[in-house]
Structure formats: structure tokens, C-alpha cells
């Protein structure tokens, strides 16, 4: 499997994470800061510490595993497996780092003359 191809099956599997959570909890995500994150490609697991600053909550640890689907956040809320804010927070992280990988290897591709016949050759297949 190619990186380009890697990178979107992984930005996919967290937004289908997100998608499960309700709108309170992705925006409640939103004001989560995510510490020392750390991505492992091979295992899928993504790792970090994470708080709210405004509500002075304390640091949890938290984490992503993106191969087996699981996610852990030390948190109430996220006790048992279950989706927090924390672990959103986390993914978005990863997604945020993969939006900037993808669109520099597009570029890198559109702007290669062996990458810009690989895209037209992938656009006559899929037409």
C-alpha cells in the first residue's frame, strides 16, 4: 500500500472515530490540549496527555488505537473504552499532522512527471 493511500485510510478510520461522538463532545474536544503526542504506524496507537486549561481538569492519559478500533483516557468519562473528549482531541491531533502529510505528497504527485501519470491513469480506471 502506498503512503497516499495509507495516510487517507488512516484520516478515515478517525473521522468515522469522530463521527460516533455527539456535537457537545466534538466541541467540548475542541478546547482539549493534547501534550507530548506520539503516533506508532506499526501498532496504530496513538498516545498523549491530555486537559482542559479553561476548566483547570487535571492531565490524563490518553490513547488512540487505530488498528484494533479501542480507544483508553484516564478520565471519568472515558473509563471502560468509551469515547471522550480526550480521545477526539487525540485523534484530531493525528488528523491534523495527516491533512498536512497528504496534501504535500498531492503536491509532490501533481507536480512530478511519473506521479502526474500515475493521477491520470488512476482517473481513466475510475472513469
Known sequence: MNILNQ???LRE??????????KDTRIKASKVAVM???FDVASGLI???THTPISGSEVYTTRVNLKTKSVRCTCEAGGFGRLCKH????GRWLDDRLEIDQRAIEHAL????IGTHQIISQQRKSA
Open 7 to 9: 495516510t487517507t485510510i
Open 13 to 22: 478510520t478517525i473521522q468515522r472515530l469522530e463521527s460516533k461522538v455527539s
Open 36 to 38: 507530548s503526542p506520539s
Open 47 to 49: 498516545t498523549g496527555m
Open 87 to 90: 480521545t477526539i482531541a487525540l
Open 110 to 113: 501533481n507536480n512530478s512527471l
